[in-house]
């Protein structure tokens, strides 16, 4: 059973407009999530993230907006750059003696010239 | 500092050897995590360790064995590989646990594992 979910593999933007990545979680346990982005051949690296206490955290062009009742968060990244195009995976973790991160299938941006 | 490193970049085995995959953190870092990323799968995770000389099962713990010996190093061992763990092995480490958003997670840069 999935709990964090990436229903689109795949994102194509114009550069210079806005990038919209959704994420929806089931598990009403989690409190904490974050946004990764991966370029082929490199690990990921972390981007963003945002307490459940906060419904938006921005950092820069990124913009990370969260929806506790409909259990969905979104990553906002405007003007999308060239340089954005990569796979971006959201993550989830909750309080607790869970130390674990989970991740979801990954969204691939492609930011056209 | 080099961060996080992974031992080797690409490796091929047949069916039935064994290897170990080496990851080293210089970050002093408590937490330390296995995960393999499969086309479609997302990364998922295989092994941690909250600290030196512990460890846990994650998601995917079969035919997968650990050790965290030293605080810098967590091990990954395939006893006896399987055409099906062919996969991107990621190593990650944090300083904090990821509960409520303890610790961000660094990644090494993978290596890849074909099993013929």
């Known amino acids: 059973d999935q709990q964090v979910k990436q229903n689109s593999p795949s994102l194509s933007v114009q550069e210079g407009r806005i990038s919209i990545l959704n994420c929806d979680y089931t598990?009403?346990?989690?409190?904490?999530f974050l946004w990764y982005k991966k370029y082929p051949a490199e690990g990921p690296t972390f981007l963003i993230s945002?307490?459940?206490?906060?419904d938006k955290n921005e950092d820069g062009r990124f913009t990370v907006f969260l929806n506790k009742s409909a259990k969905h968060l979104s990553l906002h990244i405007v003007p999308s750059q060239p340089g954005d195009s990569a796979v971006y995976f959201c993550?989830?973790?909750?309080?607790?003696?869970?130390?674990?991160?989970?991740f979801g299938k990954g969204i691939t941006l492609s930011v056209r010239p | 500092n080099a961060g996080v490193t992974q031992t080797p970049k690409f490796r091929v085995l047949k069916t039935g050897q064994s290897m170990t995959l080496l990851c080293a953190q210089d970050?002093?870092?408590?937490?330390m995590y296995w995960y393999r990323q499969d086309p479609g799968m997302g990364l998922r995770l295989i092994h941690y360790?909250?600290?030196?000389?512990?460890?846990a099962k994650g998601e995917v713990p079969d035919g997968y064995n650990v050790s965290r010996l030293k605080k810098q190093n967590f091990l990954l061992g395939l006893e006896s590989a399987a055409p099906s763990q062919t996969s991107v092995y990621f190593c990650?480490?944090?300083?904090?646990?990821?509960?409520?958003?303890?610790?961000?997670?660094?990644f090494g840069p993978g290596t890849r594992l074909t099993v013929l």
């Open positions: 990650a480490s944090s300083s904090l646990g990821a509960s409520g958003g303890g610790g961000t997670q660094y």
């Open positions: 598990n009403s346990m989690f409190d904490y």
């Open positions: 945002i307490s459940s206490i906060k």
């Open positions: 993550a989830a973790s909750s309080l607790g003696a869970n130390s674990k991160l989970t």
């Open positions: 970050m002093n870092h408590e937490y």
């Open positions: 360790s909250v600290g030196e000389g512990t460890t």
